[in-house]
């Protein structure tokens, strides 16, 4: 299991552009992948459940991976996160 946060810095936050790009790159790997803010978790291969945490400009997100490709999976999501999801 990894666990690793992340400050969202593209201007719109998650919203559902980004939220579909996260779901369609975590639904490749195997592994369980959880995204948590403020507490409250959700399944990281749902674009409803990112939806629903309202991840703004600014928020951090604590993202668990868990499995046998989690290294691989951190550093794809990690990466997209990275590119502002290719907004700014």
């Known amino acids: 299991m990894i666990t690793k946060e ?10 559902a552009r980004p939220a579909a790009q996260f779901v369609r790159a975590a639904s490749k790997f195997d592994s369980d992948i959880t995204v948590e803010k403020d507490e409250e978790a959700v399944d990281g291969k749902s674009i409803m459940g990112l939806m629903m945490l309202a991840v703004g400009h600014g928020s951090k997100i ?11 999976a951190m550093e794809v999501l990690g990466d997209l996160i990275d590119r502002k999801f290719e907004e700014d």
């Open 6 to 15: 992340f400050t969202i810095l593209n201007k719109l936050g998650i919203h």
């Open 62 to 72: 604590t993202i668990t991976i868990t499995g046998a490709d989690e290294e691989k």
